[in-house]
């Protein structure tokens, strides 16, 4: 069953806006090694959202009995960073700071980072150092023409499919001569700590969502 991930609806928002949000999810996914299952700005009939970025459910070997081991650690980091590229990419579009519909995003970083840390003010903390790295992942030269590159294919098509966002993302690297490969260069590495299963079939992750 695919999760589904929304864009809360906000009046008189410009299209555009919804565009490079979903945009960030979708290329930060992919360069997280994530799969993206596809992501549109056609605003949903009856959930009010204005777009969606669907990926897929959490792997098959993450448990409560797991999610303190490092493997989780690395694999809740990379999910957050993805929630967190959604208003990085707005943000970065405008200017300035943006957050406005982004309620839906922050409520899953929120959980997910109470997963790892044991206070409120950690919390706060892990959250700020994620959201830095997620700047530093999109504010790349070559990963931001992957998103802008998204967001026109978006505006143009309103849904793509996941190998229709990677190919976007490949061509835009093709001209560093990178292709992604494997994790940004700046988290920390670890033996099979992809957002897929190790072998055990495609793996899902909950979708990042607006």
């Known amino acids: 069953m695919r999760a589904r991930g929304c864009r809360a609806s906000r009046k008189g928002e410009p299209i555009t806006l919804t565009a490079y949000h979903e945009a960030g999810h979708a290329v930060a996914a992919v360069l997280l090694r994530c799969p993206v299952e596809s992501i549109t700005i056609e605003p949903g009939e009856d959930s ?12 098959s070997w993450l448990c409560p009995d797991t999610s ?4 989780a650690r690395f694999y809740i980091e990379r ?22 519909g982004s309620e839906g ?12 840390c044991g206070s409120d003010g950690e919390d706060q903390k892990f959250i700020a150092w994620l959201h830095a790295r997620t700047v530093n992942l999109l504010s790349v030269e070559e990963h931001w023409q992957a998103v802008e590159r998204v ?31 494997g994790p940004h260069p700046g988290l920390t590495r670890c ?11 495609r793996a899902r992750i909950r979708p990042a969502s607006r």
């Open 79 to 100: 999910r957050m960073m993805i929630l967190l590229a959604g208003r990085v990419a707005e943000s970065k579009h405008l200017g300035r700071p943006y957050h406005e």
């Open 48 to 59: 009010g959202c204005l777009g969606r970025c669907v990926l897929g459910d959490r792997p």
């Open 68 to 71: 303190g081991g490092s493997r």
């Open 105 to 116: 995003d922050e409520d899953k970083i929120a959980r997910l980072a109470e997963v790892i």
């Open 191 to 201: 033996p099979s700590t992809s957002c897929d299963s190790g072998g055990t079939g």
């Open 151 to 181: 967001v026109a294919e978006l505006l143009e098509r309103k849904t793509l499919k996941g190998a229709a966002v990677r190919r976007v993302v490949e061509q835009a690297l093709h001209g560093c001569g990178r292709r992604p490969k």
